[in-house]
């Protein structure tokens, strides 16, 4: 079974400019996840989607969008770059309804870098 | 608020000799609590889980951790060091929030080193 796979692995953008990361889940899973990892906030969660339908969002400016689609895979998209945004983005995915007790299946990461 | 502590940023330890790391976690409820790995320049792997079952939880490659519900604490183990351990490690709690869902919430990692 293929595990989760992200697109692209390594962007470099400008400042002001937007981007778009895709992630496709595990087949079969449903719920997808997206994380920001930077080395002085850690890991921090951004939103979760289900059915097409954003469920949950973290503590992030509106810059910071995503959606799904009916075959379950997402798009995560940031406007209006800026320095700070530079980070590992992680996708998540899991089979299960209620996400919060069962583990969640990380893919490799999109590592972003604004100049 | 739900919450977890990593102890240490860093753990060094030599192969063959056994590994600690340690997790105090803060949660109203009766918390679900995981193990992730992570090793360079890779996404995360989940070594094991809790989640209200047996309070000493077995996971991949011989690693393993005991919910300690008295002591808020999720230390996780091994036995032996091998080489390939070397990584960085998550304790993770999940949130609930409304409608069924909820969300993960990360420790701060702690960086496992193996010397030969």
């Known amino acids: 079974k293929a595990g989760v796979t992200q697109t692209p692995r390594y962007l470099i953008k400008t400042r002001g400019q937007q981007v778009t990361l895709s992630c496709s889940p595990i087949?079969?899973?449903?719920?997808v996840s997206w994380y920001q990892q930077t080395p002085g906030q850690g890991l921090q969660f951004l939103f979760e989607?289900?059915?097409?339908?954003?469920?949950n969002k973290g503590n992030f400016p509106g810059r910071f969008s995503g959606r799904q689609f009916s075959n379950s895979r997402s798009e995560m998209n940031v406007s209006t770059l800026e320095l700070g945004d530079s980070a590992l983005y992680l996708c998540?995915?899991?089979?299960?309804?209620?996400?919060?007790?069962?583990?969640?299946?990380f893919g490799p990461g999109t590592r972003l870098t604004v100049t | 608020a739900q919450s977890v502590t990593q102890l240490d940023s860093h753990v060094s330890v030599s192969e063959g000799t056994p590994v600690l790391l340690r997790c105090n976690y803060s949660?109203?409820?009766?918390?679900?609590l995981f193990w992730y790995v992570q090793h360079p320049n890779k996404g995360l792997q989940l070594l094991l889980k809790?989640?209200?079952?047996?309070?000493l939880v077995k996971g991949i490659n011989g690693f393993e951790a005991e919910f300690k519900k008295s002591e808020t604490s999720f230390h996780l183990t091994k036995p032996s060091a091998h080489m390939s351990d070397a990584a960085e490690y998550f304790c993770?709690?999940?949130?609930?929030?409304?409608?069924?869902?909820?969300?993960?919430?990360f420790g701060q990692g702690t960086t496992l080193q193996v010397k030969p």
């Open positions: 087949s079969g899973h449903r719920s």
């Open positions: 993770v709690v999940s949130v609930p929030l409304s409608g069924n869902t909820g969300k993960l919430i």
């Open positions: 949660s109203s409820y009766s918390p679900s």
């Open positions: 998540a995915s899991s089979g299960r309804d209620r996400a919060l007790s069962y583990e969640q299946y």
């Open positions: 989607y289900f059915s097409e339908t954003q469920r």
């Open positions: 809790y989640t209200s079952a047996a309070t």
